[in-house]
């Protein structure tokens, strides 16, 4: 049946972790080729999903074929094979910039990036909130581990602060999936759907208490406001790999917003229904604005990139929050777009950090690098993308957005606080490429040995920008092709507003097509 293939995304990664833990520590050349050919199957697996249940099918996979809501069920539809293919996109470019050698800082890197991707996955397809905890704690434990890709003490520090606070999110999980099991009697999201429509009016203020706790959590898994601490650390001082990787990380969070706020607590839940909708547009809003603020007060590159993380969190998030499903469209437009755009930025931080020397990535005036100006192209484009200037994603996606809200209660506030951040985001980012690009200078007037980095760049330019360009490409991508994209949004929010064909198809194991 094709309903087996919903299991490869999960299986395939988890697989490749362990044969990648079986080979010789120094093997970096097969765990290389082993690890790329695993995400080139792992791409064509999300292809094939991606183009199987572009029609409006769900399909429902349950392992050990117990029947749900007893078992485990998989279960992959518009949006989830959606999001499979931005993850693999993304850790295929991030991949293409560690075998650079960046990879060998650890033994285990390979194991642990096929095991992010296992919980990234997992947590994307996933039918049942227990599995969706334990997909989060296997994304905390690879997470935690790769944020320490390298070592050293800031990595360290962050690490701490992020396992910390990740592991308080965790907790809180429990207690929400134990209220809801002693209530209703189960954890999976197709059944919790239909139960909470007809539990008694005695349990709704405890269900109403777990609903806010799952939302406490995933805010924090995505950042939003005031939950939003331990990411600018944690990114700003990880690996540049890490990072762009890092940058789908919190939209599995937004994802499971998305994801139990329409199925379990949508507007069919009597009682509970909408239950966050007071809640997250004006967090969402409050997180945009507070990440750009941290973009204009980052005394370095990679730290500004973090905070436009954040910036970016908070405009998806807003189109969700809007509750509407030209809102949610556009916010699935934007998600790829922002994710990519992240990636490739923080990537290409390191590559001028590399070229500063000591210099690193601070907001002064420093060396000219070597390959100026074809980096200095490349910042400007990303630029010009994460600002939202036409004609390119960023331009299409916060338009969406803005199209979306008008005719929504609070579209004053949306648009006002969506164009002033683009234009501080603008100005955060032409102040970082004029003090990294337009006011450097020659090496021996910065006190710079002009030799110190030859023996580096004797390593091919256009290798070291290769995963730069790709995620570049992508965005560009989704520029041309915005509208065969917006009908595949557009088709994808219509589904999510439909929750009663999600619930058919997984408690009936059938494939439903709308």
């Keep these: 049946m094709i309903s087996h293939i919903v299991i490869f995304p999960v299986i395939l990664p988890l697989l490749t972790g362990i044969v990648l833990l079986l080979l010789p520590g120094q093997q970096w050349s097969l765990k290389r080729i082993t690890s790329f050919t695993s995400l080139c199957f792992q791409i064509a697996i999300a292809v094939f999903l991606l183009i199987t249940v572009s029609n409006g099918d769900i399909l429902a996979y349950a392992l050990g074929n117990w029947s749900p809501p007893f078992g485990i069920v998989l279960v992959a539809d518009r949006l989830a094979a959606w999001m499979l293919i931005v993850t693999v996109l993304v850790a295929t470019c991030a991949l293409l910039y560690a075998i650079r050698g960046t990879d060998k800082n650890g033994a285990h890197f390979h194991t642990l990036f096929q095991l992010q991707l296992f919980g990234l996955n997992g947590a994307f397809l996933t039918g049942d909130l227990f599995n969706l905890f334990v997909f989060f704690e296997i994304l905390l434990l690879a997470s935690y581990s790769l944020l320490l890709h390298g070592g050293g003490r800031l990595k360290t520090k962050a690490g701490l602060h992020f396992v910390i606070i990740n592991l308080v999110g965790s907790t809180l999980f429990l207690f929400a999936v134990g209220i809801l099991y002693g209530l209703l009697g189960t954890l999976n999201m197709a059944d919790l759907a239909l139960k909470i429509v007809s539990t008694p009016e005695e349990n709704v203020a405890l269900i109403h208490v777990a609903g806010l706790l799952l939302f406490a959590v995933f805010a924090l898994k995505a950042a939003l406001l005031p939950l939003y601490l331990w990411l600018p650390a944690a990114y700003a001082h990880t690996t540049a790999t890490v990072a762009a990787l890092f940058?789908?990380?919190t939209k599995v969070g937004a994802y499971s917003i998305l994801r139990v706020y329409t199925l379990i607590f949508?507007?069919?839940?009597?009682?509970?229904?909408n239950l966050i909708e007071n809640w997250l547009l004006p967090l969402a809003l409050l997180t945009l604005i507070v990440g750009v603020l941290g973009a204009l007060a980052s005394t370095r590159l990679r730290q500004q990139v973090a905070y436009l993380v954040i910036a970016s969190i908070g405009t998806l998030l807003t189109a969700f929050g809007m509750h509407t499903q030209a809102g949610i469209a556009a916010g699935l437009f934007y998600l790829p777009h922002s994710?990519?755009?992240?990636?490739?930025?923080?990537?290409?931080?390191?590559?001028i950090a590399n070229r500063r020397n000591v210099m690193d990535d601070q907001f002064e005036p420093g060396p000219i690098i070597q390959q100026q100006r074809l980096i200095g192209i490349l910042f400007f484009i990303l630029a010009i993308l994460i600002a939202g200037l036409p004609p390119l994603s960023g331009f299409?996606?916060?338009?969406?957005?803005?199209?979306?809200?008008?005719t929504h209660s609070a579209l004053p506030w949306i648009m006002g606080v969506i164009l002033i951040t683009s234009l501080f985001t603008l100005i955060a980012l032409a102040r970082g490429g004029s003090m990294l690009f337009y006011r450097a200078q020659a090496p021996h007037i910065c006190n710079i040995d002009p030799n110190a980095d030859v023996q580096r760049n004797s390593l091919s330019v256009a290798m070291e920008l290769t995963s730069v360009i790709c995620l570049l490409m992508l965005c560009i991508g989704l520029m041309v092709w915005a509208g065969v994209i917006t009908e595949y949004t557009t088709a994808t929010a219509n589904q999510l507003l439909q929750p009663e064909f999600y619930i058919q198809s997984v408690l009936n194991m059938e494939v439903i097509q709308q």
Excluded at 339 to 351: H, I, K, M, N, Q
Aim: hydrophobic share 70%; with cysteine; net charge neutral.
């Design 266 to 273: 949508g507007a069919q839940a009597g009682h509970l229904a």
């Design 247 to 249: 940058a789908i990380m």
């Design 396 to 406: 299409i996606g916060k338009f969406l957005i803005l199209q979306a809200a008008l």
């Design 339 to 351: 994710t990519f755009a992240a990636a490739a930025l923080f990537l290409l931080t390191d590559c």
